[in-house]
């Protein structure tokens, strides 16, 4: 392992949840055309959601190699991201020990219950990240107590960027921000080994891996670079999970400007100066490394974003393309019909972690219709990512990013939610520039100059107590 920033040309590579990118990026942060294909989810009984690291290692060799072969001057460096939280077991040869568990897996759910006399909070108080099902401590709890053998066989108890990074070099990489929440000290990046103690797995610290020093790396193992048709030595960087890399992707760079992800998971967060735990307040949300040593990422990310419309795109016979046509043909309020997001069955996360509640349309009538629908959920979803942005405190800008801005329609309605412009940055995949950028060390680096949505000041008292009346109905869900 080394460690240096990448010179020239960049593979970006981002790990979603459901899709897998890949893309050159320029010197200057130009980013070429993207690559894509799905990744695939296993779902089953009880809140198990799984993902093979085979499988997505197939995909991410697939993705490169169509990049590569289109590339018309040599690859310097690899860069990779990706989805967060979860549990991605790996024995001492890099190998699987399981199915990764998924960050939307809710089995540990009877965990957190049962942490709730006190656990959750005193990490809460001292870390200032929460729990949610899908989180580490929650699922190495729940294996130590019903799958040990798991963990026994383990050697890494790790994520999806440094597992997916294993495969392609045979080494462990490990960048800060993936073990942050909860195990990090994010001033100093030195683990908390009382966290483990607290939760009960203190016998299992060993699996935390170590965290590896900004811009570090490890060169492609022969046989990858054969088969990718690089050089043997070509650096690979484990990067920063998505959410970081989509913020320096985007270029928010100070910490009173919020970037809002709307992709699987609707992620609202900003930059914080010299992050203290928060000793007020319901839990929620966490404070994870980035590659600006001062500097942390405040996050709140929900559970569901745009798999809440790909549902009901589904349910009333509608493509995503036609989005914008059902928004443009309700009216604000959607004729009556409201609507709660809360679609996962691990529950919410941010701005309040609930393992318990769901979502639900109300309002409906004879002449509701599926324009109506929409508009409703695609409200309720713009609800929560205001109630996500008012835990993060001040904020005068936002940054729109994720598959869910591609139509204007609901970029709109976001902005009329918020009462506040949102910046559509100049390029798309925003992430995967996020990956490259940082592994460049040009983390300051500009975006090119993207559309602004402004707000309609005319929906300001419409949407402040359609707001209003949304709050009241997620406190009486929750009871």
């Not at 055309?33 to 093979?52: F, I, K, N, S, Y």
């Not at 691990?346 to 409906?364: T, Y």
């Not at 902005?415 to 559509?424: K, N, R, T």
Request: glycine share 10%; hydrophobic share 45%; net charge negative.
């Amino acid at each position: 392992m080394s460690e240096s920033g990448a010179a020239g040309r960049v593979l970006a590579i981002d790990v979603g949840t459901s899709i897998v990118k890949a893309a050159v990026v320029e010197p200057d942060g130009t980013v070429g055309d993207a690559v894509a294909r799905p990744a695939e989810l296993h779902a089953g009984r009880d809140g198990v959601v799984e993902q093979r690291i085979e499988e997505l290692t197939g995909a991410v060799l697939e993705v490169a190699r169509r990049v590569i072969d289109t590339a018309d001057r040599p690859i310097d460096g690899i860069a990779i991201t990706g989805q967060g939280d979860g549990l991605w077991l790996r024995d001492a040869q890099g190998s699987p020990v399981r199915p990764a568990i998924s960050w939307m897996d809710s089995r540990a759910a009877a965990v957190l219950d049962e942490w709730d006399d006190g656990v959750a909070d005193e990490l809460y108080r001292g870390t200032g990240s929460c729990l949610f099902p899908g989180s580490p401590p929650a699922l190495l709890a729940w294996l130590d107590r019903h799958e040990p053998e798991s963990l026994d066989r383990s050697a890494v108890a790790g994520r999806c960027v440094d597992a997916i990074a294993e495969q392609l070099t045979g080494a462990v990489v490990v960048d800060a921000a993936s073990v942050s929440a909860p195990f990090l000290d994010v001033r100093t990046r030195d683990y908390l080994d009382w966290v483990p103690e607290v939760c009960g797995f203190g016998h299992r610290r060993a699996l935390l891996p170590e965290v590896a020093p900004p811009g570090a790396n490890a060169p492609l193992l022969p046989r990858v670079a054969s088969e990718l048709g690089l050089a043997a030595d070509t650096p690979v960087y484990a990067g920063p999970y998505d959410v970081v890399a989509c913020q320096y992707g985007a270029g928010a760079h100070r910490t009173d400007a919020a970037v809002v992800v709307l992709g699987t998971t609707l992620s609202c967060q900003k930059l914080v100066d010299w992050p203290v735990a928060p000793v007020d307040g319901e839990p929620a949300g966490s404070y994870l490394c980035t590659p600006t040593p001062d500097r942390a990422l405040r996050i709140m990310p929900s559970m569901v974003g745009t798999p809440a419309i790909d549902w009901l795109h589904r349910l009333i016979g509608t493509r995503s393309d036609e989005l914008d046509g059902l928004l443009r043909d309700s009216v604000a309020g959607a004729h009556g019909v409201t609507a709660l997001p809360f679609y996962s069955s691990a529950g919410e996360r941010a701005p309040f972690v609930d393992s318990s509640v769901r979502a639900r349309f109300d309002g409906l009538e004879l002449t509701s219709d599926r324009h109506d629908l929409m508009r409703a959920l695609c409200e309720a979803i713009a609800f929560a990512a205001r109630s996500c942005l008012a835990r993060l405190g001040e904020v005068d800008a936002v940054t729109g990013v994720g598959g869910g801005f591609r139509s204007r329609q609901l970029a709109q309605l976001f902005a009329d939610v918020l009462q506040l412009p949102i910046m559509l940055p100049g390029v798309e995949q925003v992430g995967v520039r996020g990956a490259a950028v940082i592994a460049q060390g040009l983390t300051d680096d500009p975006v090119p100059d993207g559309v602004v949505i402004e707000p309609d000041r005319r929906m300001a008292a419409q949407y402040e107590d359609a707001y209003a009346r949304y709050l009241v109905t997620v406190d009486q869900a929750r009871r």
